[in-house]
């Protein structure tokens, strides 16, 4: 049962570059989230989905994009790549239920370097 | 909206000592309580999670929580730690009827001294 994939592992990016982080799960779970992570700040939410169709934005969605098409796929986009963009990324999911109380999967992360 | 603040960005303990992760949070109605662990290069794993049952929550790895309402606090703790416990900890929030978010903590770095 392979979870959370994300990919890329790692990825440079030049300033005004886009790029797609790609995110899939396999354990039909409706919710999916995309994190970013910096040091001392902890996770701060992007986007979510409460299932395919249906995106929302989270805490700091600016300079990122979304789309859940299928139950399993939920790729982040960054469109003109920036220096504050340098992050770790996380994309995690929760199966059905109050999401509250679930408990998130993580992925492995994608560390980005814009330069 | 809720908040956590973890005391200590940075905690050190010798091998075979207590740990002690701090955890206060906010919250204008009954949250749910998360710790997560990090090892270096891997995503979060849930270590316990706090959902209104038992104020003491036990989590794997001898780690436990308690749930004190009083002081806002959900402290983490472990009676003797180990060298595989070096990881970050990261205390989280959410509530009933919140949707779908989940603050975290800033994060606490644990090292363990042999």
């Known amino acids: 049962n392979a979870g959370v994939t994300q990919t890329p592992k790692f990825r440079i990016l030049k300033i005004g570059q886009s790029m797609t982080l790609q995110c899939t799960q396999d354990?039909?779970?409706?919710?999916m989230y995309w994190y970013r992570q910096d040091p001392g700040m902890g996770l701060k939410l992007i986007y979510y989905s409460v299932g395919a169709g249906i995106t929302d934005k989270g805490e700091v969605p600016n300079g990122y994009n979304v789309s859940r098409s299928t139950t399993e796929d939920f790729p982040l986009r960054l469109e003109l790549a920036a220096p504050s963009q340098t992050s770790v990324y996380f994309c995690?999911?929760?199966?059905?239920?109050?999401?509250?109380?679930?408990?998130?999967?993580f992925g492995a992360g994608s560390r980005l370097t814009v330069l | 909206a809720q908040s956590v603040t973890q005391l200590g960005s940075h905690v050190s303990v010798s091998e075979g000592a207590l740990v002690l992760l701090r955890c206060n949070y906010s919250?204008?109605?009954?949250?749910?309580l998360f710790w997560y662990v990090q090892y270096p290069n891997q995503g979060l794993q849930l270590l316990l999670k706090?959902?209104?049952?038992?104020?003491l929550v036990k989590g794997i790895n001898g780690f436990e929580a308690e749930f004190k309402k009083s002081e806002t606090s959900f402290h983490l703790t472990k009676p003797s730690a180990h060298m595989s416990d070096a990881a970050e900890y990261f205390c989280a929030v959410s509530v009933r009827g919140g949707g779908n978010m989940l603050t975290f903590g800033g994060g606490t770095r644990l090292m363990v001294k042999p």
């Open positions: 995690a999911s929760t199966p059905p239920g109050d999401p509250g109380a679930n408990v998130l999967t």
């Open positions: 354990m039909n779970h409706n919710y």
């Open positions: 706090y959902t209104s049952a038992a104020t």
């Open positions: 919250s204008s109605v009954p949250p749910y």
